[in-house]
């Protein structure tokens, strides 16, 4: 009994910290090799994983005994279950969205759909591994004497190490990255290179610093954004004014991705309407998502300004006072259209209701507006059949034209439905999301012909111009394997980033159908819109191009600092061919990045700064 004691009395305060420093560093290390699944392209890439949680490690280990200059047990302890903890909330994360969480999404978590319900399913038996030396460390220092002074000299050697580490690896990450820092939304480029806890506390001080940026613009930043984007121009389309005059409907189709369209699962096609539909339309089978952590909210902004959503957090959530050239005002001062969103969730989420009174809509139905009940909800919300019979209610009251967007909602993760409305039977891949997937876009389908039914009996189909687009992907990287299995795909990266491809489809009725194959994102959808409608002298800066001229050799520019070109891919810092699958010759892409760079900074510029505050809007 006697010699416990003394065993765990004598244990050096000096030694506790660097054992908790060195099993901190093990399991870091463990977690990023392991749990992030970063993409590791050389040896340097390890060498940075290994040494970058050091030094940070240390100084943050410091703090237990800066103060009184005696080891602090308190701030020991708490250190060690805060920073498990940050691992694992990180790894958790990660699992759900293979992405690092950042400042701004903590402020608007209450719309990151999925997460809440399905943590559970996030964790794993083997997670308890990452605690198990909590209760040594803190049995170990609780038992220790209650004031123990630490050698001075100890403590300068400690601190001394951490700021050396900390400096030496940045220096090596930058060495490795130049761009690093002008390119921190690659954000598992920012992990892999300065380790988690030196990107938390980078992300930390962006946050904090970002409303300088727009005390310090001036209006010099914005003739400078103006001239850039000025540079492009599109060529003029036979199309170009065809549907001039006529009442513009957007359809947001929740979480549909483009594989859906003439894709038939057990026999049956999963969009019947939208196939046939196609027929008649103008189909863009190669446009990209380019939404970043605002999801939905990004595709609109996307749609209604023509610029890059933020690299963390929405623009919805995060700039709702700026000031915009949407298009709703555009749409009211070439035209004279009354604008309108309908939605049947709440008016809050994703701050839609502030935002869209700064974006120039004239109203907004939301839930309120609906009658919504038990039995015609579903995970979200309003199912999309009441939602789009409802809201023919509505429109047949509005001013025209008018531009309107329908935002759905039925084909949302996880993808729940009522048997009444399962039109065709699940999929049968070893992933259930995937399987729940093909007969919820099934049900969406049927309410968009709903829609077109109703716009019909209204007499209103023909002097309208109908643009349909997925939002955004459906099934997340973590369930991709079902994916794959459905499609008969081999897992690759060229395949992963030819899943994030959304149909878009714009239905003037009486004109033919017509398959474009260029590649494009969601940024160009507004110039395509506004090119068929005739309306060509709008110069507010925007980053879209026409989708019917774009040129294919233009990347389309994903928020992480990836892209596509017509013949390759750029992902996780590695070029791709997208015909053979095969890495690229080196330099490749490299005419390429200095582009997506300049663009990406560009279009932050004008949100972080409010540039267009400065013009004559
Ligand atoms: C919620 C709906 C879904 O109103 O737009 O949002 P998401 O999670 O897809 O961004
Ligand atoms: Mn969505």
């Not at 991709?480 to 081999?490: C, I, Q, R, T, V």
């Not at 897992?491 to 017509?514: A, D, M, T, W």
């Amino acid at each position: 009994m006697k010699k416990r004691k003394k065993i765990y009395t004598s244990m050096n305060p000096q030694k506790l910290v660097i054992i908790a420093a060195i099993i901190l560093w093990l399991k870091t290390v463990i977690v990023s090799l392991i749990g992030f699944s970063f993409h590791i392209q050389s040896a340097a890439d390890i060498l940075l994983i290994l040494l970058n949680p050091i030094g940070s490690l240390c100084l943050i280990l410091s703090a237990c005994f800066l103060f009184r200059k005696r080891f602090n047990k308190t701030i020991f302890i708490l250190i060690n279950v805060l920073i498990t903890g940050l691992l694992y909330a990180d790894l958790l994360y990660y699992r759900f969205y293979t992405d690092f969480v950042t400042v701004p999404i903590l402020f608007q978590f209450k719309n990151v759909g999925g997460l809440g319900p399905s943590t559970l399913e996030l964790m794993s038996f083997w997670d308890l591994l990452l605690f198990a030396d909590l209760f040594v460390i803190i049995l170990l220092a609780l038992k220790g004497n209650k004031t123990v002074s630490i050698q001075k000299s100890f403590m300068k050697k400690f601190v001394l190490t951490g700021i050396g580490l900390f400096v030496i690896t940045a220096g090596l990450a930058l060495l490795k990255s130049p761009y690093l820092f002008s390119t921190a939304y690659d954000r598992e480029q920012m992990v892999k290179s300065i380790g988690p806890f030196n990107y938390h506390l980078f992300d930390i001080s962006y946050a904090a610093f970002s409303p300088l940026k727009k005390v310090l613009a001036t209006e010099t930043d914005t003739i400078a954004a103006v001239s850039y984007t000025e540079a492009k121009e599109d060529k003029e389309t036979t199309a170009e004014g065809i549907a001039k005059g006529k009442n513009v409907v957007l359809i947001s189709m929740e979480s549909t991705q483009n594989f859906v369209i003439n894709q038939k699962v057990n026999g049956e096609e999963i969009t019947p309407f939208l196939n046939n539909l196609i027929e008649n339309s103008y189909y863009f089978n190669s446009i990209y998502d380019q939404t970043a952590q605002g999801k939905t909210s990004d595709s609109e902004f996307m749609i209604d300004t023509s610029l890059y959503p933020l690299p963390s957090g929405s623009v919805f959530v995060r700039k709702p006072s700026n000031v915009f050239n949407a298009l709703p005002k555009i749409l009211k001062e070439n035209g004279h259209y009354y604008s309108a969103v309908l939605h049947g969730n709440d008016a809050t989420f994703w701050n839609r209701e502030n935002m869209y009174a700064e974006l120039g809509y004239d109203r907004f139905f939301s839930k309120a507006d609906y009658e919504v009940n038990e039995e015609n909800s579903v995970n979200y919300g309003l199912k999309d059949i009441p939602f789009f019979e409802q809201s023919a209610d509505y429109i047949a009251e509005l001013p025209q034209p008018f531009y309107t967007r329908f935002i759905t909602l039925t084909n949302h993760f996880p993808f729940l439905l009522d048997e009444e409305d399962q039109y065709i039977a699940e999929a049968a891949t070893t992933q259930d999301v995937v399987n729940r997937y093909v007969t919820t876009v099934r049900y969406q389908d049927e309410a968009i012909k709903v829609l077109f039914d109703r716009f019909k009996e209204m007499g209103l189909y023909e002097n309208t111009v109908f643009v349909l687009y997925g939002d955004h992907y459906g099934i997340s990287e973590k369930y991709e394997d079902g994916l794959l299995e459905l499609l008969n795909l081999e897992p690759s990266p060229v395949n992963h980033v030819e899943l994030q491809k959304v149909p878009v489809i714009i239905h003037v009725p009486g004109q033919e159908g017509e398959v474009f194959s260029n590649i494009g994102g969601e940024v160009d959808i507004r110039p395509t819109l506004l090119s068929l409608l005739g309306i060509t002298n709008v110069d507010t800066p925007s980053f879209g191009h026409n989708l019917m001229s774009r040129d294919p050799d233009q990347p389309v520019i994903f928020r992480d600092g990836s892209f596509v070109t017509e013949k390759f891919i750029y992902i996780n810092n590695v070029c791709y061919e997208k015909d053979s699958g095969n890495e690229a010759k080196e330099g490749t892409c490299e005419p390429y990045l200095e582009k997506v760079r300049d663009e990406l900074n560009m279009s932050d510029e004008i949100l972080n700064g409010d540039l267009l505050r400065f013009l004559d809007l």
